[in-house]
């Protein structure tokens, strides 16, 4: 049974550019939530997804969008990329009816 | 803002030692949850503990919940070198709602 699948691992971009990460939810979830993690600090909550509408979203720029497939997968997508930017993003998958989390092993962006 | 905040912010022990690590949020919750991250990557989910209990165990772990205080506390017992990573306190706001996560802590065990 797999777990979070993310994708790519690391990323490098230009300042200015547009990244598109990506992630497949632990089978059974339907439920995709997106974090960011600068280095040294704690994630950080961008937004939440199910059945394929974004349900919650954190203190985050509009340049910061998502979208979740109807097989529950889900894109991030980060346009404008400011050095700001890079960080770990983290996608987590649950249940909408349960309490547990699973984290996938993260996507490292580097702007530059 | 940080519902968590953990203590100490980095902790250094010798391999077979206990380490201690406290967290303490702010507003009340429904459950707190400890994850572990190694080296930068993907967290890993430790233990929850729900607002109507007081201590849990799972195999070296026991974690303790003062909800007067708001704190809770995670101990790792006779600690290895595989358990040097960083370690987070995090509360939902709600069934399957956002977790808000504290700094973290450091752990370091010597071998």
């Known amino acids: 049974d797999a777990g979070v699948t993310q994708s790519p691992t690391h990323l490098i971009k230009t300042r200015g550019q547009q990244v598109t990460l990506r992630c497949s939810p632990k089978?059974?979830?339907?439920?995709v939530s997106w974090y960011q993690q600068a280095l040294g600090q704690g994630p950080q909550f961008i937004f939440q997804?199910?059945?394929?509408?974004?349900?919650q979203r954190g203190n985050f720029p509009d340049r910061f969008s998502g979208h979740q497939f109807p097989n529950y997968s889900s894109e991030l997508n980060v346009n404008a990329l400011l050095l700001g930017d890079s960080a770990l993003y983290l996608c987590?998958?649950?249940?909408?009816?349960?309490?547990?989390?699973?984290f996938g092993s993260g996507t490292r962006l580097t702007v530059v | 803002s940080q519902q968590g905040e953990e203590d100490p912010q980095a902790l250094s022990i010798q391999e077979g030692e206990n380490a201690t690590m406290n967290c303490s949020y702010k507003?009340?919750?429904?459950?707190l949850q400890w994850y572990r991250q190694n080296s930068g990557r993907g967290l890993v989910h430790l233990i929850l503990i729900r607002s109507n209990e007081r201590e849990k165990h799972s195999g070296r772990l026991r974690v303790t919940l003062d909800t007067s205080k708001k704190s809770s506390s995670l101990l790792i017992t006779a600690s290895r070198a595989a358990d040097t990573a960083s370690y987070f306190c995090?509360?939902?706001?709600?069934?399957?709602?956002?977790?808000?996560f504290g700094k973290g802590i450091t752990l370091s065990v010597r071998p």
């Open positions: 995090a509360s939902p706001t709600g069934a399957n709602s956002k977790l808000t």
């Open positions: 987590a998958s649950s249940f909408s009816g349960g309490r547990g989390y699973t």
């Open positions: 997804y199910y059945e394929e509408e974004e349900r």
């Open positions: 507003t009340s919750i429904n459950n």
């Open positions: 089978s059974g979830h339907d439920t």
